[in-house]
């Protein structure tokens, strides 16, 4: 799911970079979307087109806390293939 959100950022920045003329464009996260902004840098980069600017409003520092207090999960059953994600991210980052 990650990989298509970040597809998606990609395709939006290039787009709209297209059409910008001389005017700065920065990709912005929020929360869980920081990891998406971020990765989206980092695949814009690695093509040769660095972004100009990246916010990250509430970055995450833990996947696995940032996940169980996010508002919708709560509401909604986790899948098992998101836990499973979640606890990979948390597992790699106590290393």
């Known amino acids: 799911m990650e990989d298509g959100l970040t597809a998606d950022a990609v395709c939006v920045y290039e787009w709209t ?3 910008n003329g001389t ?4 990709l912005w996260g929020h929360s869980l979307g920081t ?3 971020t990765n989206a840098a980092k695949v814009l980069e690695e093509k040769g087109f ?10 995450f520092t833990n996947i696995w806390v940032a996940s169980i207090n ?7 059953k986790v899948s098992r293939e998101f ?5 990979w991210f948390y597992t790699a980052s106590q290393c």
């Open 70 to 76: 996010y508002p919708m999960l709560k509401e909604k």
């Open 23 to 26: 005017t700065p464009v920065c």
């Open 83 to 87: 836990k499973e994600v979640a606890e």
């Open 35 to 37: 990891g998406v902004a």
């Open 17 to 19: 970079e297209a059409r």
């Open 50 to 59: 660095p972004v100009d600017a990246i916010i990250l409003e509430a970055p």
